[in-house]
Each structure stands twice: as C-alpha cells, then as structure tokens.
C-alpha cells in the first residue's frame, strides 16, 4: 500500500490547525487503498499552536510534528520537512486551507496515471484588484522573460511530487530554496491541474512587502544570470553614450568657442548618471556574492527543537 506524506507549515495558526488536520483526515478516509502521514512543522509560533499539534499528535499517530528553534523563513521550514518524508509522494497543504485538500484525490489519479509532478495552478484567486496583484503578475512576466528554465504562472507550489523528485531534491544544496523554480528546473513529466482558490479560513497572510520583496530576489538571483549581463550591457551603452556626447560636445566647443559656455552642469548630470548606474551595479553583484555566501556557509535549513511522533 502507498504512502502519501503532507506536509503543513505553521506559523501562528492556532485558530485553524484542527481544522486543517480534519479536512485532511475526511478527503484521506476517501482514499482507502493509501496510507499516509500528515508532518506539520511549526516556525517557533508565539500562540497556543504547538500545545494544538500535540494534543493532535496524541490522539493520531500519522501526524508528525517538527517544531524549529526559531522562525526560518517560509522557504526554508517547509523544505525541510519534505525531506523528513518517508511516503511514496508528497502534497504541500498550507494551514489555512487556500490549497484546497479536495484536489488530493484528482492529484493521485493523475499519478497513479504516470505523472511524476502534478501541479495545481490558480485559475481564480480572491486576492483583490491592486498594486500587489499587479506587481506579482508583473514578477511573473519577468521570471518568465529572463529565466532559462520555463516558469510555471500562478502555481504556488501546491500539487503531488513523487518520491523520485523528491529524491533528486535531497541531492541538492539549496541553503535558500526557491521550490516553485525547483519544480520547473528539475524537470519530469507533469500534469497541471487548475482549481479556484478559496477564501482564507482564518486569520491572515504572515508575509509581508519585504517578505516579497526578499522572495522575489532570490528567485531572480537563483534562477537568472540575466541581470548581471544587464548591468554589463549598460555599463558598455554608458561608456559608449558618454564617449560620443564628449566628442560632440568636444566638436561643438572648437566650433562655436566664443559662443558656447563651458557649465558645470553637464558635468554634474553625468557624475550623478554614472553614480547611479555603479551603485545598481554594486547592489545587483551584491545579491550574487550574498547567496554564493549562504551556499558556501552550509548552514542547516533549520534548527529543531522538538520532534512529536517520529521513530
């Protein structure tokens, strides 16, 4: 009998965890020729959320807790836990239940079909017209124009990865990981399925602008080298700019050298223009040199500090 491992990170999510555990456990008494465990790793919440996960825990022993030593991020804490797995195929499912667990039953056919990855893409979401939603859209443009590897839209890293995937992942060195980028960039065959996202169950989103924003340049620095070539190409069309409005200026001067005042502000334009450019080169390098220095520290995803029914 096959074994499907899901996996729930948590972070203040006291108001909905029982919930999440028990819609689980309905759509998994559905599926009565599958196994499973159900690892819920906790973030080092400050409510009453791991004393909620372990009178889980006590009362089923397919849920495993995992709890950190602090909060590591959404990356990071969630990546570790799917390498804890010891099921055949693992299914993300956040705590609030916008990954609907009604599509786990429609993820195992299509694996039990041959698809390696099956995918779950948003066709509808109840995120609300505005500056956010335009700007995602617009980081998905750019992903899409600038990476390699093909980016899936709108997919937020729900779907069913078998153990092979899984696998290949654990061969990795991923001290930031970018999973949706991962999806795509290992490859095997995949079916994408589409469902209409839900209203948030409780409470609300922990990510915050910088928390995008911090997202958004790990997975550009992790999956492009295209804005260092950019930062290359403008520093040859500056130097190439500068060099011919000096000779024109150089010929205009010779012409007209009575007539045409020298000014310090060309001179100021261009030492602010160049300055500009150097400081968004420095920072684009920055961002480079920054994650060399995560890979190359080894530091671990996370720290545990406990662990509830794991052999």
């Not at 799917?82 to 694996?111: C, N």
């Not at 991923?174 to 960039?185: D, K, S």
């Not at 223009?273 to 520290?297: D, K, P």
Request: aromatic residues 12%; proline residues 6%.
């Amino acid at each position: 009998m096959k074994t499907l491992s899901i996996v729930t990170p948590c972070f203040n999510e006291e108001a909905g965890i029982a919930r999440c555990h028990e819609a689980v456990r309905r759509v998994m008494a559905a599926l009565p020729g599958y196994r499973y465990e159900h690892i819920f790793i906790d973030n080092a919440s400050r409510d009453g959320t791991v004393a909620i996960l372990r009178d889980i825990a006590r009362s089923d022993a397919r849920v495993k807790v995992i709890v950190n030593a602090r909060n590591f991020g959404p990356a990071r804490s969630p990546y570790h836990a799917m390498l804890q797995i010891e099921g055949d195929a693992y299914i993300p499912m956040v705590a609030d239940l916008q990954t609907p667990p009604d599509l786990i039953p429609g993820m195992v056919a299509a694996w039990e079909a041959g698809s390696k990855v099956v995918v779950a893409v948003r066709r509808s979401s109840v995120e609300r017209p505005g500056p956010m939603k335009l700007t995602r859209a617009l980081f998905y443009w750019l992903m899409k124009s600038i990476s390699k590897v093909e980016q899936i839209p709108n997919f937020i890293g729900y779907g069913l990865y078998d153990r092979a995937f899984v696998d290949a992942l654990r061969t990795l060195n991923e001290p930031e990981p970018y999973f949706r980028g991962l999806v795509a960039e290992i490859g095997f065959d995949r079916t994408v399925l589409e469902y209409d996202q839900p209203a948030r169950q409780h409470g609300r989103s922990s990510y915050r602008f910088f928390d995008y924003v911090d997202y958004a340049f790990l997975a550009l620095s992790s999956h492009s080298r295209a804005p260092l070539r950019l930062m290359t190409l403008t520093g040859f069309t500056v130097g190439a700019l500068s060099f011919l409005i000096g000779l024109v200026y150089l010929i205009a001067k010779l012409l007209f050298w009575y007539s045409l005042p020298a000014g310090a502000a060309p001179i100021l334009i261009a030492v602010f223009f160049l300055g500009a450019v150097q400081l968004l080169a420095i920072g684009v390098v920055g961002e480079y040199v920054g994650l060399v220095l995560t890979y190359s520290r080894r530091f671990p995803l996370v720290v545990e500090k406990e662990r509830i029914n794991f052999p």
